[in-house]
């Protein structure tokens, strides 16, 4: 009688024949144990951009909740690297068999479905939809992640492999609260709807009206190939934290304002500004000062570095690890904010790109304080359904965008203080979305059309700075001024019959300022660069002028004490 007939006649323990079996198997010495919990593959994923793959498995333990996990093709491949890799992600998981029995137990690999994935947290071209950390909505329906961690949108099933920024948005619409938008017109007026449009025109379909912008960037990037930044700078204690804060928190993302470019490595800024698509990212308190002769750690951030980002190109390009000469630029795919205490200075080109507005303490009241405290106690869960609410309303609401910012565009146009093209576009981008506001929640009609006068006056201001000359320029020409009336003969070598003219040799400036004990905030190098580009003194030409200086000086002094009748000279037309 064989082992296992026996156990099955005789032992009452064992009640069918597959538990007799294993019974048997275990007397006679057959079976041995290479692993104290079961795996289970689940899908395979890839992130395209830098070719790296992942299998996803869920492991189960005897006596403690299951583990989903990723393994790599190496750690799949062998037994050392499955064990290291299964102890890393399951306490006291254990493997203790050979590769060959691990093929076994994987046999069905090839059989298991592939999840699309992408790195980021937001909004999916390729899908057209919002892929959160636990919710996405595509269509206008709201979708959750499933028992294995990813999406199941249409026909389509895809995850996001980023973690970073973890935003929880509530899904529960009835718990949904407006009134934080009453709370903004109280304490900010049209500086809190302008953010709150600027927000919403990146952010707004999906968190809140204050980010109604930024929801949608990508979107207004594939209808007019660019979407605005906005600075809000201004004295402190003037509540700018408290509204970025507020704002999102219309996006499920609690106690946070944004990060500093200057304290952050190249690295880190670049992953900032790669880690979401359709929200904002936060610029604060950055080094807004020139620091080009300072040691390379302490450099402020260059804003010009920005100017790629207005048209959602790459912020950086990486090598990828092959054999060939493989690169990865990942597109910028959401939306701009600066927030600081002083203005800052950047090319006229950032600048254009720029929507400005400046904060004061002039309007606050014990009402405008009592608002601003209710927008930083009003719970999170009581505002993110914004993000549902505007998200599902896609369509309607790019419909209006459209159209409110082409009428912008036109009426801005007709405005003869406003002439700048890229001007007026930025600006009728936030109109547009400011327009577009009411189809997401219920905001009073003299708010939106006040707030909407408001940016057409950002625009005529942003009009005016970009016709002056750069801060440095100016203080070169007025210092020049200054040392011109104090130095006897003057230090313009124009020629006497050329008065429109300003011939500057940079030496002798240099020279002349040492002299009054005036200290220069540029170097030679760089304010050259500036003036080539001035506007209201403009650059000529650079040549030998017979100097005017010299012939006054020269005046009845022998050889020896001459100066030279040639300098050479950059020359400006005065306008």
Not at 6 to 32: F, H, P, V, W
Not at 214 to 238: C, N, W, Y
Not at 366 to 393: C, H, K, N, W, Y
Request: proline residues 3%; charged residues 25%; neutral net charge.
């Amino acid at each position: 009688m064989s082992a296992f007939e026996r156990i099955l006649k005789y032992d009452a323990k064992c009640s069918n024949e597959e538990e007799a079996r294993q019974k048997a198997i275990k007397e006679t010495g057959m079976i041995e144990e290479i692993s104290n919990c079961e795996f289970t593959p689940l899908y395979f994923q890839r992130s395209e951009p830098t070719d790296e793959s992942w299998y996803y498995l869920r492991v189960n333990m005897p006596h403690a909740p299951a583990i989903k996990g990723t393994f790599t093709a190496n750690q799949l491949a062998s037994s050392a690297e499955f064990k290291k890799r299964l102890l890393h992600i399951a306490k006291g998981g254990t493997y203790t068999g050979s590769t060959k029995q691990l093929d076994t137990l994987l046999r069905s690999l090839q059989m298991i479905k592939e999840v699309k994935t992408q790195n980021f947290i937001g909004y999916n071209k390729e899908f057209r939809a919002w892929i959160m950390n636990s919710a996405a909505v595509s269509g206008g329906r709201v979708f959750h992640l499933n028992d294995e961690d990813y999406f199941e949108i249409q026909k389509a099933s895809v995850k996001s492999l980023s973690l970073t920024p973890l935003l929880v948005i509530n899904t529960d619409l009835s718990q949904f609260t407006t009134s934080g938008l009453n709370d903004i017109w109280a304490a900010f007026g049209v500086k809190g709807y302008t953010a709150l449009a600027f927000w919403r025109s990146g952010v707004l379909a999906r968190l809140g009206s204050a980010r109604l912008g930024s929801l949608f960037a990508e979107q207004a990037r594939e209808m007019h190939k660019s979407f605005p930044f906005l600075e809000i700078h201004g004295e402190p204690g003037t509540g700018k934290s408290t509204l970025i804060e507020f704002l999102w928190k219309l996006c499920g993302r609690e106690e946070y304002e944004g990060f500093d470019p200057s304290n952050s490595t190249p690295a880190a800024r670049g992953r900032n500004f790669s880690q979401v698509a359709n929200l904002p990212v936060v610029l604060i308190e950055g080094d807004c000062t020139n620091t080009s002769d300072k040691p390379s750690k302490l450099r402020a951030f260059d804003y010009d570095e920005l100017k790629s980002l207005y048209n959602g190109r790459a912020s950086r390009s990486l090598g990828i690890e092959t054999n060939n000469n493989e690169t990865y630029e990942s597109p910028f795919r959401g939306a701009i904010l600066l927030v600081q205490n002083a203005a800052f200075d950047a090319s006229e080109a950032t600048l254009s790109r720029i929507v400005s507005m400046f904060t004061d303490k002039s309007n606050q009241t014990d009402v405008t304080q009592t608002a601003a405290e209710r927008l930083e106690q009003m719970p999170m869960s009581d505002v993110s359904g914004f993000f549902i609410a505007a998200t599902q309303r896609e369509v309607t609401l790019l419909q209006e965008y459209d159209h409110h910012y082409r009428k912008a565009m036109a009426d801005m146009a007709k405005h003869a203080n406003i002439r700048h093209r890229r001007v007026i576009k930025t600006h009728s981008q936030i109109i547009g979305f400011l327009m577009a506001l009411a189809h997401v929640v219920p905001v009073h009609p003299s708010h939106i059309e006040q707030t909407r006068n408001f940016i057409f006056r950002l625009a005529a201001e942003r009009q005016r700075a970009l016709s002056l000359d750069h801060p440095l320029v100016q203080e070169f020409w007025e210092l020049f001024d200054y040392l011109d009336a104090q130095e006897q003969h003057g230090i313009n070598h124009a020629p006497a019959d050329k008065a429109d003219e300003i011939a500057v040799n940079f030496n002798h400036f240099e020279e002349v300022a040492n002299t009054y004990r005036q200290r220069l905030p540029f170097t030679l190098s760089e304010i050259k660069k500036l003036l080539k580009s001035g506007r209201e003194r403009e650059f000529v030409r650079t040549a030998s002028v017979r100097s005017s200086v010299s012939e006054r000086c020269n005046v009845g002094k022998s050889k020896e004490l001459r100066k030279p009748d040639f300098y050479h000279c950059w020359t400006f037309r005065r306008k």
